[in-house]
């Protein structure tokens, strides 16, 4: 059976067999704006003269446009009826590889708003350039052979001054372990914990599941500790059993609900550490970028002994340098080492003299200011976006970071993510960080705001709050 809606001045045919009207309604409308039968702000008629061409009940079409409207594809407003609503994407800086309104390709997106990386283009090449310079013309010939797996001393020395000084971290040369990303430290105290008898490792309800994979990897479960406005339970540690021999998490910004976890949580999972003799994996991703008052120092320095703390430069400089470090409790030293290896064959000697001088020279923490300050005027302008188009959605949250969440009606999430990869913005929805065993719990987007240039920003706040409830 086929269906034209003639009095709309396009033929929309309603292909029903094996669908309800509902849907083919919203499918045939769907694809008269994507191909350009129906342009952007078109008025479409009443869902009641509809209902009535077409011979249906009017709720039928009335929910049709309110789930074409949630996705994105309609607009509704008092006294302006039903139209399609825009399609323009951001504005670029290169010419657009379409035509102008066009929704981008699927899968193509033009911005990136989805959470864990960095501004790229503000990477300091000009600063590191300059102490790679000087680290290379000082470093001594011993440098480029074979290493200590712990990795340079050079880096090890700047990095315990700096982790004293930034993020409140008792470290010792000695303590630190250098590696190739924190999934590389995570991987070796995956060995480590195993070796050692350890048969769980509970994790936050929301995370990387890359992270839970490692842990799977080495053989070890991961049971889930619930979440409420205060951060993880931790309290809640002791309920799990005597398999849990560690927990990883993220206390002074939790990835990705966005929290810092409550004072109280922070002391009851060290007690936990205490009492059972177990390790507390701390994840400080992005310790440094803190916006409403000075960054929560580390949980590593209520407990050295129980805490192995984990940095990295992913987010306060780039990915693809491949620079992290561990501060590791002193009877675990030797056999992290051993689980990397009698060499260090992972970390680029050239990368490691270079972060040592750049620490030392001050370049860093010149970095981290101006990026906190970007990052700062970002969110407040995503803040203050949303506020002002959808005073429905609530930002969540501390001011901290690369990304926020924002919090959506009760099953709105995956349409909107929809919504949003038409307007050429690549979204991820809360869900998407859900562990395996966690109910679902509320509908939200974790929007990375750090990537999008300067020049598209305000076209990619407005598409973003196009999309939203």
Partial sequence: ????????GADLHLELSGKGLRTGLMDALREAVRSGRLTAGTRLPSSRSLAADLGVARNTVADAYAELVAEGWLTA???????????SAPRRRTPPSRPAGAPAAAGRPTYNLRPGTPDLASFPRADWLKAARKALT???????????????????????EYLARARGVYARP????????????????GQVLR????????????????HWELLERAGLRIPALPFDERGTRTEELGTLGNGVGAVLMTPAHQFPMGGALHPDRRAAAVDWARAAGGLILEDDYDGEFRYDRQPV???????????VYLGTASKSLAPGLRLAWMVLPEHLVDEVAAAKGAVDWVSS?????????FLRSGAYDRHVRAMRLRYRRRRDQLVAAVAARSPETRVSGIAAGLHAVLELPAGTEAAVVRSAAFQGLALTGLDDFRHPATPPTRDALVVGYATPPDSAWSGVLEALCRVLP
Avoid at 200 to 207: I, N, Q
Avoid at 297 to 307: F, I, K, M
Wanted: glycine share 12%; hydrophobic share 45%; net charge negative.
């Fill in 77 to 87: 407003r008092q006294g302006s009826g039903t139209r399609v609503a825009p399609r």
């Fill in 349 to 357: 000697v050239t990368d490691q003299l270079t972060f040592a001088e």
């Fill in 1 to 8: 059976m086929a269906n034209e809606w003639a009095t709309f």
């Fill in 138 to 160: 000082a470093a001594p010939h011993e440098a480029f052979g074979y290493g200590d797996p712990r990795g340079r001393i050079e880096l090890r020395t700047a990095l315990a």
């Fill in 297 to 307: 120092g580390a949980l590593q320095g209520l407990d050295p002994e129980r805490v």
């Fill in 195 to 210: 070796a050692r008898g350890v048969r769980e490792v509970a994790v936050d309800s929301y995370g990387l599941d890359i």
């Fill in 174 to 189: 000695e303590r630190i372990m250098i590696c190739s990303g924190f999934v590389h430290g995570l991987m070796l105290m």
